[in-house]
């Protein structure tokens, strides 16, 4: 038998066939797949220890009760020992990015750890610290919640100092049951946490102990932004006054208010805000990536969808894309039973745009049906020739705009398109 003391320094991982020697592989029990079962192809693979929750015949198991909650526990432990400020960061839409952009800014600083990618779950986060943290004395996590509890569930294993909510949407509602449940599942980093930064645009989010970032009012404001053909200039306002920034390229309203929300943490934490941290920063693969195409720009959004990500990328096209606007939609997932409801709400936003192309690959964008479509299929290639004959053809000079949730695999067809150009 090995004790928990001769795991300390081995990577962990959690897919038998990942395991590379000296490895620790945990077996976790999912819906369709359990980990148990292959315990004994991890150590033929050369894993150091399997950590089971019941044995399996195997010299070098770990038994414990729960292998999710030893994962948490045991990460917990590691960023105990170092007593680091904590920076936890979650919403409906925005957190990889807000968590990459926070993260380079007072990295510029102070050394910074950040959990890597989509690793920001109850498996994940744990995962990335006990594998990559070397005792920075800041960690920025981004914080995912499928169901209510989650949030609550991270924030006891990893307290935050300051406690981060973007927004509250739709995102997962048909997992977590209604919008009221998102929204106190998200609020529950605020209760966790010993100062919160929320946004002050929606009036559900006030508290005594709660600090404000927002456009229309609270201690950190998004005043301006302004593209000049070369880079965006950022107005943001505080209580000492107006402060300037200028970024190259095109940034978003979303991504300036992920600059604010760096912005307000800096001051929180009385680190200095530097922006220069920024100026190699690129928008993360399918968030909102901007693609010159002829004469216009084609537009990669494709990473994920929900109701309000396509809110706000539609003002985002219509104030400062040339026309026309065609976009290319598909399905938006695990809504359940507000499906319906919440694509017909797109197919009102869809109507601002010159054309929309829907690609039906997946039933749920059959009630997208805005009265300005002008071609579907769930055919691939009958999409992509449609884009290649119909719209970027002849000098297209507008606007090519790309979005859908990730299991419409929409981003195949940017990719295409993109290697044709």
């Known amino acids: 038998m090995i004790g928990l003391r001769e795991l300390v320094g081995h990577r962990f991982v959690i897919d038998s066939r990942e395991v590379k020697s000296g490895d620790v592989f945990v077996a976790i029990k999912g819906n369709r797949v359990d980990g148990h079962d292959f315990a004994r192809q991890a150590v033929d693979a ?18 414990v009760p729960n292998t999710v909650e030893f994962l948490g526990q045991y990460a917990s432990k590691i960023v105990e020992n170092f007593k680091p400020r904590i920076v936890g960061i979650t919403g409906s839409n925005g957190k990889t990015t807000t968590k990459e952009i926070v993260a380079a800014v007072l990295g510029a600083e102070v050394p910074t750890f950040k959990n890597e990618g989509n690793l920001n779950s109850e498996i994940g986060l744990p995962l990335a610290i006990i594998n990559n943290y070397k005792g920075e004395p800041l960690l920025v996590l981004e914080m995912a919640q499928r ?13 935050p100092d300051i406690g981060v909510l973007l927004n509250v949407g739709s995102a997962h509602v048909g997992v977590a049951g209604s919008l009221q449940n998102i929204f106190k599942g998200k609020w529950q980093i605020v209760e966790n946490s010993k100062q919160s930064l929320v946004n002050y645009d929606d009036e559900r989010m006030r508290c005594d102990k709660c600090r404000y970032f927002g456009t229309t009012g609270g201690d950190y404001i998004l005043k301006d932004k302004k593209f000049d053909g070369d880079s965006t200039i950022l107005t943001f306002e505080t209580s000492e006054g107006e402060f300037y920034y200028s970024l190259k390229g095109y940034w978003t309203k979303a991504m300036a208010l992920s600059v604010l929300v760096a912005f307000a943490v800096a001051d929180m934490l009385d680190i200095f805000f530097n922006p220069i941290a920024l100026s190699n920063f690129k928008p993360l693969k399918g968030r909102f990536n901007v693609h010159r195409c002829q004469n ?4 990669d959004d494709t990473y994920n969808a929900s109701y309000e990500s396509f809110k706000i990328a539609i003002e985002e096209l219509v104030e400062g894309f040339p026309r026309p606007i065609y976009a290319v939609v598909g399905a938006m997932k695990e809504l359940g039973e507000f499906s319906k409801e919440y694509h017909v709400k797109l197919s009102e936003l869809l109507e601002q745009v010159d054309g929309v192309i829907v690609y039906d690959k997946e039933e749920e964008s059959k009630d997208i049906v805005p009265s300005n479509v002008i071609f579907r299929s769930e055919k691939f290639d009958e999409i992509v020739k449609f884009i290649e004959d119909r719209v970027i053809s002849n000098e297209f000079s507008g606007t090519l705009y790309f979005k859908a949730s990730r299991a419409v695999e929409l981003d195949k067809v940017v990719e295409n398109l993109l290697r044709r150009q």
Request: glycine share 14%.
């Open 46 to 63: 050369g894993a150091f220890a399997v950590v089971v929750e019941k044995g399996v015949g195997l010299e070098n198991q770990v038994i």
């Open 147 to 159: 169901v209510v509890g989650d949030i609550e569930y991270l924030c006891k294993l990893f307290p």
């Open 296 to 299: 216009g720009y084609l537009i």
